[in-house]
C-alpha cells in the first residue's frame, strides 16, 4: 500500500531516535567516516562519562567440587574427564567431550554442551553448527585448527536441554584447567549458557555484544551460538 507524501513525512523519526531502533534491532549503520569521526570527538567526553564500570565477575564453583590438580598435563586432564562421574550426565553420555584444537591457541572457543553428534564422535563443534564456526573462523583468517575449542559441559545433557547450574559447578574445574593450560590471549564466549557462566550474569547475548569483558584478566566477548 502506498503511502503519501503527507503520510511519509509524518513518520520521520528523529535521528536519535531511529539509530535508538536500529541499534535495538541489532542493524548496522553506515555512514560517512570523516562527519563519524567527528561526531565521536564532539560525543566523546559525553560517551566516557556514561561508559559502564561494572566489571563482570568470573563464576566461581562450589568450594567442594574436588579439582584434577593444579598443573596437571593434558593427557592427565583429558584421563580424568572421561572418568568423571561428579553428576549423573555420565550415565546417559556416550563418551565424555574433552575439548579439541591448538593446546598453545591465542583464541579459546567455549560453547554450551555437547549435542548429539558430539556425543557420537567425542569432539565439540562437529554438527552443522560446527560447519559454521569453521566457516566463520575462516572468515577471520583462522583455521579450526589454530584455535582450542572446549565447551562449558563434557557431556551431553539428555535431550539437548540446558545445562543446570549443578552441572555447570561440577564442570568448572575441568574446564578452568583447560583455561589455564591454553592461557589465551582471548576468550570468546558462544551463546547464553558460555557468557552467563563465565561472566556469572543474566545479561542477554545482544546486550553483551559488542563490548569486551574479562574472565580471569583474559579479555573476554560473546556472540550468538553458530545454532542460532
Known sequence: MSMSKNNQAGCVLPEGLRRYYLDAMDIQVWQDLNA??????QEAPVVQAAAPTNPQVAYQPPADIETPGDRATWAE????????????????????????????????????????????????????????????????GFQREQVYIA?????????????????AA?????????????NPKVILAIGRIAAHNLLNTEASVGSMRSRQH??????LIVSYHPAY
Request: aromatic share 4%; with cysteine; glycine share 8%.
Open 170 to 182: 561440577c564442570c568448572h574445574p575441568w574446564l578452568q584447567q583447560q583455561i589455564d593450560l591454553v
Open 151 to 167: 565447551n562449558i559441559l563434557k557431556c551431553r545433557p539428555p535431550n539437548n536441554r540446558d545445562p543446570s547450574p549443578e552441572e
Open 77 to 140: 586432564l583429558e584421563r580424568a574427564v572421561a572418568e568423571c562421574t561428579k553428576c549423573e550426565l555420565h550415565e546417559s553420555r556416550t563418551q565424555a567431550v574433552f575439548g579439541v584444537g591448538n593446546h598453545n591457541a591465542d583464541l579459546l572457543i567455549i560453547g554450551e554442551a555437547p549435542g548429539r553428534d558430539e556425543d557420537l564422535q567425542g569432539e565439540p563443534f562437529v554438527g552443522r553448527a560446527g560447519q559454521l564456526l569453521n566457516a566463520m573462523l575462516a572468515a577471520i
Open 214 to 219: 574479562s574472565y580471569n584478566g583474559i579479555p
Open 36 to 41: 563519524a569521526q567527528q561526531v565521536l570527538q
